[in-house]
C-alpha cells in the first residue's frame, strides 16, 4: 500500500513536509532534561527522523498520519495508527487488526475533516463512518476523535467538534485531538483550554494536540528560534494540564524538530522545556 503520509503529510502543510533526512552524520547533543514527558510525541514520516528526535529517550509515542508505522520505532515509543479519511477506508479492516495485535493501544480518528483540503466531512458523515470503521475496535483500543483544526466558527474547529459529538453518541470514545496553528502561546493556551472544557463537557477522560506550531515555523527552515521560545513556554504548561495527555509538536523532520540528524533549536527546546 502506498503510505499515505507521502500523499498528504499534515494539517494543511504536507507538501511541505517531505524534506528527506541527511546521510551524513551530526554529533548528538546531550540535553538536561526535567524528566521524560510521557505525554510528548513525534508525528514523522521518516522513521529515522524519529530515532534522531528520541536520542535522549525524549519521546514515549509517534504516529505518521497512516494506519501503519512503515517500520520499527525505537524501543519504547508507542505507534499510534490513525483512519486519515475515506482514502484509507478500502484497507482499513484488513490491516489494523494486526496493528493491534502488535501493541498500539489507541486508533486516531480522521485528519482534520473540518478542512477542504484534508479529510473533509461533515460532522454527520464523520460520525457514520467513525461508527461503522472505528467504534467496533472498542474494547480492544482507546478510541481518539477526529482532529480538528483550530479554525473558528460553528462548521470548523471545536465548532464541527460540538456537532460531531452530539452525532456520534454511541460511538464509545474517550480521546478529543485538536491540531493549533497560531501567533503566541497565549492564543495557545486558550484554545486548548477551551479544547479541555469541551472534553469534559462530554465525557471524554483525555485530550491531545496532535499537531501544532506557530505560524511562522510551518515551513521548513522557518522560524526556529521563535518556535524554540514557544515551546520553552508551551511544554511545562501542557505537562501541568491533568487534562492533556498527550501532544506532538509539527514536525519530526528535517528543517522542523531536526537539522539533519540532529536536534534544531526548536527540538532541543521540544526535549528539554
Not at 512503515?70 to 490513525?82: D, H, I, T, Y
Not at 473540518?114 to 466531512?121: G, I, K, L, P
Not at 460511538?171 to 492564543?187: I, Q, T
Not at 483550554?193 to 521548513?220: C, D, H, K, M, R
Request: glycine share 10%; with cysteine; proline share 5%.
Amino acid at each position: 500500500m502506498v503510505s499515505f503520509t507521502t500523499l498528504i503529510g499534515a494539517g494543511l502543510l504536507a507538501t511541505t513536509a517531505m524534506a528527506a533526512p541527511h546521510t551524513h552524520q551530526h554529533s548528538h547533543t546531550q540535553l538536561s532534561q526535567r524528566s521524560p514527558s510521557t505525554k510528548r510525541g513525534a508525528a514523522y514520516n521518516h522513521l529515522s527522523d524519529v530515532q534522531s528526535l528520541h536520542q535522549n529517550g525524549g519521546i514515549s509515542w509517534a504516529y505518521d498520519w497512516n494506519m501503519v508505522s512503515s517500520g520499527n520505532l525505537p524501543a519504547g515509543v508507542e505507534f499510534v495508527p490513525m483512519l486519515w479519511g475515506s482514502k484509507m477506508f478500502g484497507d482499513w479492516f484488513s490491516t489494523i487488526p494486526t496493528v493491534l495485535a502488535s501493541g498500539a493501544s489507541y486508533i486516531m480518528g480522521f485528519n482534520e475533516p473540518d478542512v477542504s483540503a484534508q479529510a473533509s466531512m461533515t460532522p454527520a458523515d464523520a460520525a457514520d463512518s467513525y461508527a461503522k470503521y472505528i467504534t467496533p475496535f472498542s474494547g480492544q483500543a482507546k478510541l481518539v476523535t477526529p482532529a480538528v483544526s483550530n479554525a473558528g466558527g460553528p462548521n470548523m474547529g471545536l465548532g464541527w467538534m460540538r456537532q460531531f459529538l452530539d452525532a456520534c453518541t454511541h460511538c464509545s470514545m474517550s480521546v478529543l485531538a485538536v491540531h493549533w496553528y497560531g501567533d503566541s502561546a497565549d492564543e495557545f493556551k486558550i484554545f486548548v483550554t477551551q479544547a479541555q472544557e469541551l472534553a469534559a463537557s462530554y465525557g471524554l477522560q483525555e485530550t491531545w494536540v496532535t499537531e501544532f506550531a506557530l505560524n511562522s515555523a510551518i515551513n521548513p527552515g522557518g522560524d526556529v528560534q521563535g518556535s524554540a521560545s514557544f515551546l520553552t513556554e508551551v511544554i511545562p504548561w501542557l505537562d501541568s494540564q491533568s487534562g492533556i495527555n498527550r501532544y506532538a509538536y509539527f514536525m519530526c523532520a528535517d528543517g522542523f524538530l531536526l537539522q539533519g540528524t540532529d536536534l534544531s533549536p526548536s527540538g532541543k527546546a521540544y526535549l528539554s522545556s
